[in-house]
């Protein structure tokens, strides 16, 4: 390496540490053959959520997806189209984030019967109507599975910045 390359590493590598850091979340929606979403109950936290967790440093968000729903729901899948990415702010101790909501697809009922909860993390997993759904999730999660059904019966995509406000 030269001293100019030196340099210019030197100078990219200064660039770099300044940009943003955000943390990304890679969830899936997932329904069964009667149009019910498949939700989960994590243990860490209050309410009920979608299925999928966070993506790993330097791992691909549909990788992430994959990985989280076989390590919580024993579930091998192949994770469709991406639906929507939302920006959601800072809030509380955490830093905003990209939220990646991916097409799972609809199970039959032989996978929907195989569904089992393989990590600790979650306490339960349900498959309900949107009208069940609603009360059991946070106004931005409801936000962001309303945008995502949206998507996949348009076969359109989703973008949405949260507005920290009103958190949606």
Same mark, same amino acid.
């Not at 109950?41 to 993506?55: A, F, N, Q």
């Not at 032989?110 to 946070?138: I, S, Y």
């Not at 019966?153 to 910045?161: D, Q, V």
């Given at each position: 390496?030269?001293?100019?390359?030196?340099?210019?590493?030197?100078?990219?590598?200064?660039?770099?540490?300044? @940009?943003? $850091?955000?943390?990304?979340?890679?969830?899936?929606?997932?329904?069964?053959?009667? #149009?019910? /979403?498949?939700?989960?109950?994590?243990?860490?936290? %209050?309410? *009920?959520?979608?299925?999928?967790?966070?993506?790993?440093?330097? %791992? +691909?968000?549909? &990788?992430?997806?994959?990985?989280?729903?076989?390590?919580?729901?024993?579930?091998?899948?192949?994770?469709?189209?991406?639906?929507?990415?939302? *920006?959601?702010?800072?809030?509380?101790? *955490?830093?905003? @984030?990209? /939220?990646? !909501?991916?097409?799972?697809?609809?199970?039959?009922?032989?996978?929907?019967?195989?569904?089992?909860?393989?990590?600790?993390?979650?306490? #339960?997993? @349900?498959?309900?109507?949107?009208?069940?759904? +609603?009360?059991? !999730?946070?106004?931005? !999660? *409801?936000? @962001?599975?309303?945008?995502?059904? &949206?998507?996949?019966?348009?076969? #359109?995509?989703?973008?949405?910045? !949260?507005?920290?406000?009103?958190? $949606?």
């Amino acid at each position: 390496m030269t001293e100019d390359d030196e340099a210019r590493f030197a100078y990219l590598a200064e660039g770099n540490a300044k @940009q943003a $850091r955000k943390r990304v979340a890679a969830d899936v929606l997932i329904t069964d053959r009667s #149009g019910r /979403v498949l939700l989960v109950d994590p243990t860490y936290k %209050e309410g *009920w959520d979608i299925p999928g967790g966070m993506v790993e440093a330097n %791992e +691909k968000p549909r &990788a992430a997806a994959e990985r989280e729903l076989r390590e919580e729901l024993g579930l091998t899948l192949t994770v469709g189209r991406l639906l929507l990415v939302e *920006w959601v702010p800072q809030h509380g101790p *955490w830093d905003d @984030q990209l /939220v990646f !909501l991916f097409d799972g697809g609809e199970l039959d009922d032989a996978a929907v019967a195989n569904l089992r909860l393989t990590d600790e993390e979650l306490a #339960g997993l @349900q498959f309900v109507t949107l009208t069940e759904a +609603k009360p059991l !999730l946070k106004p931005r !999660l *409801w936000s @962001q599975l309303d945008k995502s059904l &949206a998507a996949r019966r348009s076969g #359109g995509f989703a973008y949405a910045e !949260l507005d920290p406000d009103t958190g $949606r």
